[in-house]
């Protein structure tokens, strides 16, 4: 199975090998945000900062992810070296999301006479911040957006998926207008907004991993009653297992931040 590294190494922007190649590519990209390919010690202040950047800042920003992406593409076989540029990549990563982290309250306001009443909203939340990390690892900054459009319409998009909506509204609402611009859902982006947690399930018991497909990724999402009936267990201890598993999948982040 392809490591989690590895798919998000593969993702960088390979028109502008050119740039990533060029003998001070690394003071280019990273030297403006404080790191270097040496960086083993970083500020979390830094990376957990909420003050919105610049849209030049935010596009520079962007671009040393996809410069630290093509890094690890290069060190796939050297383990330590890989995990030391994907440290550096989610102390950057965590601090392009961090601004954007009400975005998800904000998509939640503007579909909130739309979601259905059995709908556990904690369950939206940690699917917008699952999205929120693939929007990041997705994002590219060379079209010329900004990230928070893309973001909300990624996390939009990602509740319509659980189809906890109405779907004539989800035809009608195809994009976000920020009053910057709109930024367009395009299959070519989303592809399947589920791989964040694809690639993190290696943590999870089978039980879990089945009920977290079932929950999140299945196009079919069923219900915590349907799942009692499939393990011989209650409700609530459905509820319990899938609360249990997406603590682990948030220790697993928690431990990308080092």
């Not at 671009?63 to 890094?71: N, R, S, V």
């Not at 990390?133 to 998926?161: C, E, K, L, M």
């Amino acid at each position: 199975m392809e490591s989690y590294i590895a798919k998000i190494a593969k993702k960088f922007n390979s028109k502008h090998i050119n740039l990533f190649t060029q003998k001070n590519a690394s003071k280019q990209f990273l030297k403006p945000f404080g790191l270097s390919l040496n960086s083993t010690c970083f500020d979390s202040s830094f990376e957990n900062n909420r003050t919105k950047l610049t849209k030049d800042k935010e596009i520079q920003l962007f671009k040393a992810l996809h410069f630290i992406k093509f890094k690890i593409n290069c060190v796939l076989d050297i383990k330590k070296k890989a995990e030391q540029y994907f440290r550096i990549y989610t102390v950057l990563r965590n601090r392009a999301i961090s601004p954007h982290v009400d975005v998800i309250s904000i998509c939640l306001n503007k579909i909130s006479r739309r979601v259905k009443q059995s709908t556990d909203i904690a369950d939206l939340k940690e699917r917008g911040y699952m999205t929120l990390i693939y929007a990041a690892d997705r994002f590219d900054p060379w079209r010329g957006y900004q990230f928070n459009t893309y973001a909300g319409a990624a996390v939009i998009h990602s509740f319509f998926d659980r189809k906890h909506t109405d779907k004539r509204f989800f035809e009608s609402f195809v994009s976000i207008n920020t009053n910057e611009e709109i930024y367009p859902i395009e299959t070519e982006q989303h592809e399947d907004s589920n791989e964040i947690l694809n690639g993190l399930l290696e943590v999870l018991t089978e039980r879990e991993k089945i009920i977290i497909y079932h929950r999140f990724l299945s196009k079919k999402n069923i219900t915590f009653k349907e799942i009692g009936k499939k393990f011989k267990i209650g409700v609530e201890r459905s509820r319990q297992i899938q609360e249990k598993a997406l603590k682990k999948l948030r220790e697993q982040l928690d431990d990308q931040k080092g």
